[in-house]
């Protein structure tokens, strides 16, 4: 494995993600209920990461079938990210206008979505990321977060952090991210330190730590 280039000072660099849901938290009961075509929308930012000094970030919306994760999304600067999420406003309509043929499709998908279920801010998730992606198979890759925080206050981007621990401090997530198949030397090594599968959604625990009666 090797380190992604984007990771900053040859270590890791900042996510913060900012989760919509409905009045009723259809999308937090769907991922409670384990069903097994679902969608979140979210916007991502990475604090680390700027263009000619201006701030972007990734409207997406994040697909489950069954067991296959995709994501569609487009690319905004920060400052417009609500109103283009929102859309219906001068901000939105010049957006759309400028975009190309798949972030229309994409707009178009963001704005059912958003309109359908009334979505609101829910929650911002925070954490570092360490990523690595392997010299062979060019679709894997495997990424250690930490320090996984969430708050459903100030529900501002430009501000990282949250008041609870998705997770206990000293644990990392680790993901292993694969188009069609884990290679077989990342097989060999999870076998030999005896790792299990656990299914964790940052955004469905998150929430759980931010009321009374949290699972984990």
């Known amino acids: 494995m090797r380190l992604d280039s984007h ?5 890791d660099y900042e996510v913060r993600s900012l989760y919509f849901d409905s009045n009723f938290h259809h999308s ?14 979210r916007i991502r930012y990475y604090p680390d990461f ?4 201006e701030k972007f970030a990734f409207i997406e919306i994040k697909k489950k079938i069954n067991e296959n994760v995709a994501k569609s999304r487009v690319y905004v600067p920060l400052e417009n990210a609500l109103k283009i999420l929102k859309g219906n406003n001068n ?9 190309s043929a798949q972030d229309k499709n994409t707009l178009k998908e963001i704005w ?5 279920y009334n979505l609101k801010p829910a929650c911002i998730v925070t954490y570092k990321r360490q990523p690595f992606l392997s010299k ?7 990424t250690f ?5 969430v708050r459903n206050y100030n529900l501002d981007l430009n501000f990282g952090g949250g008041s609870k621990f998705i997770v206990p401090a000293g644990i990392c997530i680790m993901e292993i991210k694969f188009n069609n198949y884990i290679p077989n030397w990342a097989i060999k090594i999870l076998q030999k330190n005896n790792c299990l599968q656990y299914k964790i959604s940052k955004f ?9 009666y949290a699972l984990v």
């Open 50 to 53: 700027t263009k000619n000094d």
């Open 28 to 41: 937090f009961l769907e991922k409670l209920d384990g069903i097994a075509i679902r969608r979140k929308l």
């Open 204 to 212: 469905a625990n998150g929430l759980e730590k931010t009321r009374t």
């Open 7 to 11: 990771a900053t000072n040859n270590y």
């Open 91 to 99: 901000k939105a309509k010049a957006f759309y206008d400028e975009a």
């Open 112 to 116: 059912f979505l958003y309109k359908r």
């Open 145 to 149: 977060d930490t320090n996984v925080m």
């Open 136 to 142: 062979f198979e060019k679709t894997c890759r495997i």
